[in-house]
T-cell receptor, first 113, second 112 residues
Framework: DSGVTQTPKHLITATGQRVTLRCSPRSGDLSVYWYQQSLDQGLQFLIQYYNGEERAKGNILERFSAQQFPDLHSELNLSSLELGDSALYFC????????????FGSGTRLTVV | GDSVTQMEGPVTLSEEAFLTINCTYTATGYPSLFWYVQYPGEGLQLLLKATKADDKGSNKGFEATYRKETTSFHLEKGSVQVSDSAVYFCALLNFGNEKLTFGTGTRLTIIP
């Protein structure tokens, strides 16, 4: 157990729907990162939050949004889902800047049908 | 921008063989370098890291040396085991840019 908890582990939904992925960071970690892992694009950085504030943005679609709550858990919202959004979504956390590396959760596998 | 280039896979080796997975990077300044490992059905785990030139990261028999002159961070292990079968990712983190940039991953399969 890495200490980073992601729920749900698996999600199957239809095109056009909206889903929410949840992440609880490791105790004491203030930064949360979201990554998308797909077969054709590898690991893509989506977004980072630090202590409730958005810190960095990567290749995140406008249909996707995220937030970090006062208790430091984070949610990634994916809307108007398309078949191409099917992927593994990972959350990672670090104390501050991640210079010592991130701790990853086990991921949420999203399948859009 | 920052980028990481990894040896194309998949790589298949026999147990007890010597392993090298090549990784080179492009980045300004002095990034920190990492190797992550992903076992089937699991998330990524930090395997080892190096934060400055000539540092050697090591863990579980794996080693990698930060070579600034060749911008490389090749992963090596002297004698691989079946349990080392996984996907290995090289990554960098540049100061002032807080996201990890990953290579495409190398799938390693060890056969008994």
């Amino acid at each position: 157990d890495s200490g980073v908890t992601q729920t749900p582990k698996h999600l199957i939904t239809a095109t056009g729907q909206r889903v929410t992925l949840r992440c609880s960071p490791r105790s004491g970690d203030l930064s949360v990162y979201w990554y998308q892992q797909s077969l054709d694009q590898g690991l893509q950085f989506l977004i980072q939050y630090y202590n409730g504030e958005e810190r960095a943005k990567g290749n995140i679609l406008e249909r996707f949004s995220a937030q970090q709550f006062p208790d430091l858990h984070s949610e990634l919202n994916l809307s108007s889902l398309e078949l191409g959004d099917s992927a593994l979504y990972f959350c990672a956390s670090s104390v501050e800047t991640g210079v010592s590396g991130y701790t990853f959760g086990s991921g949420t596998r999203l399948t859009v049908v | 921008g920052d980028s990481v280039t990894q040896m194309e896979g998949p790589v298949t080796l026999s147990e007890e063989a010597f392993l090298t997975i090549n990784c080179t990077y492009t980045a300004t300044g002095y990034p920190s370098l990492f190797w992550y490992v992903q076992y089937p059905g699991e998330g990524l785990q930090l395997l080892l890291k190096a934060t400055k030139a000539d540092d050697k990261g090591s863990n579980k028999g794996f080693e990698a040396t930060y070579r600034k002159e060749t911008t490389s961070f090749h992963l090596e292990k002297g004698s691989v085991q079946v349990s080392d079968s996984a996907v290995y990712f090289c990554a960098l983190l540049n100061f002032g840019n807080e996201k990890l940039t990953f290579g495409t991953g190398t799938r390693l399969t060890i056969i008994p």
